[in-house]
């Protein structure tokens, strides 16, 4: 069973930068991909970000391209969110994200617990 930990959120300001952290515990080796998420109040989950995790290939958001990066540690059980410049509109709680694949073209998401990130103006 794949446990994720978050930490990294808090109070921003606008224009500042804020970094996330996710570490997992248990992860597989069919795990093969990590991302993250997020979620404001009345809006549904949006992925924010992902990151393959061998060729470490990315794609983000409309909304975050040139402010936020994803990477990760060489291991494969950290997964880190770079939150430049961030918006108000960045406020929400974010989630981190392991997938794996397991049977033929079946996946498992695990998610951690999430942490809350908000950006004052």
């Known amino acids: 069973q794949v446990q994720l930990v978050e930490s990294g959120g808090g109070l921003v300001q606008a224009g500042g930068s804020l970094r996330l952290s996710c570490t997992a515990s248990?992860?597989?080796?069919?795990?093969?991909?990590m991302g993250w998420f997020r979620q404001a109040p009345g809006k549904e989950r949006e992925c924010v970000a992902v990151?393959?995790?061998?060729?470490?290939?990315?794609a983000y958001a409309d909304s975050v391209k040139g402010r936020f990066t994803i990477s990760r540690d060489n291991a494969g059980e950290t997964v880190y969110l770079q939150m430049n410049s961030p918006k108000p509109e960045d406020t929400a709680v974010h989630y981190c994200?392991?997938?794996?694949?397991?049977?033929?073209?079946?996946?498992?998401?695990?998610w951690g617990q999430g942490t809350q990130v908000t950006v004052s103006s």
């Open positions: 248990g992860r597989t080796v069919s795990t093969y991909a």
């Open positions: 990151i393959s995790l061998i060729a470490g290939n990315t």
């Open positions: 994200n392991f997938r794996e694949a397991y049977g033929l073209g079946l996946v498992r998401d695990y």
